[in-house]
């Protein structure tokens, strides 16, 4: 790239002390950032990108799908996005080879958004992401090029002679560097929304409520009530990191003690791994609704994980052992992920970007590293929610199953396409999906 300079038009944007913060899409104002297409007429919203993964595959008789549109008959795994059945890609048969090769967990996971070859022993190396390559293209017309959330710690030991970094990290800025998580909501908030993150700072609605009562008297009635929602939105989420940071670390497994034993810091992780799930999905939201990157990334877990689910009743056992069965909780907590990705849809869906919705203008990828808790990768389970600007039709099934050439990066290739990114080649791939 020849210039690397953001793009991204400053009038949409609200600023206070030490705070900017994106606008929503308006039909009063052009707020999508490229100059060339704002001076366009019916400029149209920017097709986004979110990845969302949970490790350790689903339930082995409930992750299906068939049929299409209205008739589209989903497995109970699925139950969850079940009203969204008309903008689902259901995808079966895709597999990434090299995940094959090395052990399980680590090698299904460092690779599963690159395709490429993982060292082992004491070194690491994978390959850049999907993800990241898309941001590389698209950051710069965006304040954060990319966000990479997480909602659990990653693992430093060592896996059968391969790093569990790998099964701690999807998203590779580079292949011998994983993109760091971000566990922590108010910093994910911070990232988004303020120009420096210290402790003290005014709430970033406080910091850019003159400019937003500017904005207003100048803009339409119908994109009043669509700025008065979104500042509440905002609110609430502030609001929510606030009460959630008073409150200790995360569960992700049993702690050792029952009580601190050093004073709670002001900020920190949820302790009911629900709310952290739920925090970090609206974060998401905001960060598409206002323009703020175009690139998400969210780890609901790690392969292998040692996550409880208390919340559900289910804190007898950790992620990764409940996986090698197909019991009645494994399919409650598979569902309670699902609810996570249905959740995203829904609020995504409930925002209108002209004649079509967030949601019609992005792409929920679901994925894991294996298809099931037995840890067979020999095909990767994907659903897609989202129609990708108009690119994408939903209510349909693709089966690769029986195919000689069903690499998961031609599918990789092919959601780069939707974004206008062509590389010709990525990882094991030379060519897309033209079914997608």
């Known amino acids: 790239m020849k210039n690397k300079s953001h793009l991204f038009n400053r009038r949409t944007f609200l600023r206070g002390a030490g705070v900017t913060m994106a606008l929503p899409w308006m039909e009063s104002l052009t707020v999508w950032g490229d100059e060339r297409k704002a001076r366009e007429p019916g400029s149209e919203a920017p097709v986004r ?81 999907v993800d990241q390559l898309l941001a590389r293209h698209h ?28 099964s701690s990290h999807i998203s590779w800025s580079s292949p011998t560097t994983p993109t760091p998580l971000e566990l922590y909501p108010a910093l994910a908030f911070d990232r988004l929304f303020k120009d420096t993150a210290s402790k003290g700072d005014q709430s970033v609605l406080d910091a850019v409520l003159q400019d937003a009562k500017d904005v207003r008297r100048k803009v339409s009635s119908l994109d009043q009530r669509k700025l ?13 990191i606030e009460n959630a940071g008073k409150r200790g670390e995360f569960q992700g497994w049993r702690p050792t003690l029952s009580e601190p034993n050093i ?74 992920f699902l609810k996570q990705v249905g959740y995203i849809a829904g609020k995504l869906d409930a925002i209108q970007e002209g004649e079509r919705t967030a949601l019609d203008n992005s792409m929920l990828m679901f994925c894991s590293s ?14 897609i929610l989202g129609g990708a600007g108009g690119r994408i039709k939903g209510g349909r099934v693709l089966d690769y199953k029986g195919e000689s050439e069903r690499q998961m990066c031609r599918l990789y290739l092919s959601l780069m396409d939707k974004m206008d990114v062509r590389p010709g080649t990525f990882g094991d791939a030379t060519s897309m999906l033209e079914e997608v």
């Not at 690779?111 to 070859?117: C, D, E, K, V, Y």
């Open 228 to 240: 008065d929602e979104y500042l509440d939105s905002v609110r609430e989420v502030e609001t929510r």
């Open 263 to 336: 004073p709670r810091p002001a900020d920190g992780i949820p302790q009911d791994i629900a709310e952290h799930m739920r925090l970090m999905c609206d974060i998401l939201v905001l960060a598409f609704q206002t323009d703020t990157t175009r690139i998400c990334t969210l780890k609901l877990n790690n392969d292998h994980s040692s996550l409880r689910f208390p919340n559900l009743g289910v804190d007898y056992m950790i992620h990764h052992l409940l996986s090698h069965s197909d019991t009645a909780d494994w399919l409650k907590v598979n569902q309670f």
């Open 49 to 129: 990108l979110a990845v969302l993964f949970s490790g350790n595959g689903f339930h082995s008789k409930e992750w299906w799908a068939k049929g299409e549109g209205k008739a589209m008959e989903l497995g109970k795994v699925l139950d969850p996005i079940a009203d969204y059945r008309e903008k689902l890609l259901f995808i079966r048969g895709l597999h990434n080879a090299e995940a094959q090769k090395g052990n399980i967990h680590s090698s299904q996971t460092g690779n599963l958004l690159s395709g490429a070859p993982l060292a082992s022993g004491g070194e690491i190396r994978s390959g850049m992401s």
């Open 370 to 383: 294996m298809l099931t808790g037995n840890h067979d990768a020999t095909q990767l389970p994907v659903a």
């Open 139 to 166: 950051g710069r017309s965006t304040k954060v090029p990319s966000l990479v959330l997480g909602c659990e710690k990653s693992n430093p030991s060592v896996h059968k002679n391969y790093s569990m970094l790998y």
